[in-house]
């Protein structure tokens, strides 16, 4: 089945410590993006990719790094986790880019504590 | 910057009530405007979208109308049933914005019997 897949589903991980969360798409979309979702604050933009080689920052990239070395996969990296870090995060592609209009399709998520 | 502000939830509605969750935005340009779902421990999934003014998105009997006038993209339903219990995000991307999306905080329904 196409779609979006995140790995780990969950994670406790203890502060300072290394993170990198998976994430890939077999949709062959252009851009994908990472947000976290933080309870009364929505979902927030994270780092996106308009295309493989290109990586932009988005509301809240502090403490997080992407790449993208092909289409397919865009993992997230968190050099030294931080309690604040603490946050469900989701993974999303579109087929385009460009405009407004594609819709982003959204991965299961992952569950990351930090303590 | 652009925002998208929703009305706070939770919304708790018996099955069969009409249900109305309030969207306005603010946004440069002409925005497409988009609701998605998210059902308890799943993802995101698009539920409905309009590109440009007085569009109306539909899906699984919601509704939502682009109104640029007031700047709203209000969702309905007019009988919703306890598998609509989710949470509710208005999202829009702007144009000339690399198609980023900018959410609101999202809208609890709960649906009882």
């Known amino acids: 089945i196409a779609g979006i897949t995140q790995a780990p589903t969950s994670q406790i991980l203890a502060a300072g410590r290394r993170m990198t969360l998976r994430c890939t798409q077999d949709?062959?979309?252009?851009?994908m993006y990472w947000y976290r979702q933080d309870l009364g604050l929505g979902l927030r933009l994270i780092h996106y990719?308009?295309?493989?080689?290109?990586?932009g920052k988005g509301e809240v990239p502090d403490g997080y790094s992407v790449s993208r070395a092909n289409t397919d996969d865009f993992p997230l990296t968190l050099a030294s986790a931080v309690p604040s870090q603490t946050s469900v995060y989701f993974c999303?592609?579109?087929?385009?880019?460009?405009?407004?209009?594609?819709?982003?399709?959204f991965g299961p998520g992952t569950r990351l504590t930090v303590l | 910057g652009d925002s998208v502000t929703q009305m706070e939830g939770p919304v708790t509605l018996s099955e069969e009530a009409f249900l109305t969750i309030n969207c306005t935005y603010t946004?440069?340009?002409?925005?497409?405007l988009f609701w998605y779902v998210q059902y308890p421990g799943e993802g995101l999934q698009l539920l409905l979208k309009?590109?440009?003014?007085?569009d109306k998105g539909s899906n699984k009997g919601f509704e939502a109308t682009y109104r640029k006038e007031t700047t709203s993209f209000h969702l309905e339903k007019g009988s919703v049933q306890v598998s609509d219990s989710a949470v509710y995000f208005c999202?829009?991307?702007?144009?000339?914005?690399?198609?980023?999306?900018?959410f609101g905080t999202g809208t609890r329904l709960q649906v009882t019997l």
């Open positions: 999303a592609s579109r087929r385009s880019a460009d405009g407004g209009t594609d819709t982003q399709y």
């Open positions: 999202a829009l991307s702007a144009s000339g914005t690399a198609s980023k999306l900018t």
């Open positions: 309009a590109t440009k003014a007085d």
């Open positions: 949709m062959r979309h252009n851009a």
């Open positions: 946004a440069t340009g002409y925005p497409s």
């Open positions: 990719s308009n295309t493989a080689g290109t990586t």
